[in-house]
């Protein structure tokens, strides 16, 4: 039971740190939703949400091998054991209060909902329990100690280097439905528009007895089909900001739900996804852009029009000083799509080609060499 225990637990922690190690920045905006106002609202640990987030990545991974190693093992399963009571703790309040709908335990890899968030890191927390008291059946794979710490060292580097690519650069393996090779207009078909089953939700009205004070819940069904709720003269009345819709049943759901390009001239979201050859200028933070990196983009504009390739910037605000013109698109959705600020991704009849980071743009050059 340790041993099978010891596999299992070990692989699940580095899948788990190694999907968050490459994309640390995602994580942190994950974290940056639980120290939210409407979560824990402990907004002092807002700014460190990302060391907070690459630390963690990378202490998963190390805490998986030397499990699986069965070295440290006291410091490991006690490491492992506060860990997980402090997961399952974020993922029952998640699943409870229905908080934040995405623990991020997988990353972009792999979406769990809450309470599966939760039951995941039940079955994890029975698991660790079996290696907190079998601790002593936890044996060096390796007798000599020299293999064991050199591998170790090894992960500890290997991790280290991903989660700075994933920083300074962008991340090695891209999960997200923006990534390289994805197609932006098949990522928003519908489940109908696919012939496919989507999710299926059901509508909760509450109910309040004018006369007695009464209140009771029932689904939009019940509602339509019994007239005593609405019919003239009838004592009950529909509290409006209690309504609330439940999902009942899983179904396929479009990866891209969100991406809508708000221009001057309205929406031209199939417009600009339909072109041939495109390039978007994202700016997830306009507030934060520097002014080099705005006569950057000024000049790559320039640049690239001079070459007839059309060029449209995408923020969630106004950007000052800016030569290029831009839509507005949720800053969700910017965040998903780069992780830089700003970053420039290549489309071409709506599939994503190339994606560049500000550390450092790319000259027109570069891009027109690279993609055209």
């Keep these: 039971m340790v041993n099978i225990s010891r596999l299992i637990v070990g692989i699940i922690f580095i899948i788990s740190g190694f999907v968050k190690a490459v994309d640390p920045i995602g994580f942190g905006y994950k974290l940056e939703e639980y120290f939210a106002a409407d979560v824990f609202n402990i907004g002092f640990l807002h700014d460190l949400a990302l060391p907070q987030a690459t630390f963690f990545s990378v202490f998963e991974i190390i805490l998986g091998i030397l499990l699986l190693l069965g070295i440290f093992r006291r410091f490991t399963v006690w490491a492992l054991l506060l860990l997980i009571v402090f997961f399952t703790f974020l993922t029952f309040y998640s699943a409870y209060f229905n908080k934040v709908t995405d623990c991020g335990c997988f990353g972009d890899a792999m979406k769990l909902t809450p309470w599966q968030s939760f039951w995941k890191d039940i079955f994890l927390l029975v698991l660790i329990i079996v290696l907190f008291i079998g601790q002593k059946y936890i044996l060096p794979i390796f007798k000599n100690n020299k293999i064991n710490y050199s591998i170790t060292v090894i992960a500890l580097l290997l991790c280290s280097y991903f989660a700075y690519t994933g920083i300074q650069k962008l991340p090695l393996i891209d999960f997200r439905a923006y990534a390289i090779g994805k197609n932006i207009p098949d990522g928003m078909k519908t489940a109908d528009e696919l012939g496919l089953k989507g999710p299926q939700y059901t509508v909760y009205y509450t109910m309040k007895n004018k006369n007695t004070g009464e209140t009771v819940k029932i689904t939009d069904d019940e509602y339509l089909n019994d007239a005593k709720w609405y019919e003239e003269g009838t004592p009950w009345e529909l509290l409006g900001d209690l309504t609330e819709s439940k999902k009942t049943a899983n179904g396929y759901e479009p990866p891209i739900h969100d991406f809508m390009l708000d221009c001057e001239e309205g929406d031209r979201t199939e417009e600009y996804l339909a072109e041939e050859k495109i390039v978007f200028f994202v700016v997830p933070f306009a507030d934060k852009i520097s002014s080099s990196d705005v006569e950057r983009l000024n000049q790559i504009h320039e640049d690239l029009t001079a070459k007839n390739l059309k060029v449209i910037g995408l923020s969630s605000a106004d950007i000052e000083h800016s030569a290029f013109p831009y839509c507005f ?28 980071h500000n550390n450092p743009l790319p000259s027109a050059a570069d891009i027109i060499e690279d993609n055209f």
């Design 329 to 356: 698109v949720d800053q969700t959705t910017l965040k998903t799509i780069i992780r830089s600020n700003p970053g420039i991704v290549v489309l071409k009849n709506g599939t994503v080609v190339d994606k560049y």
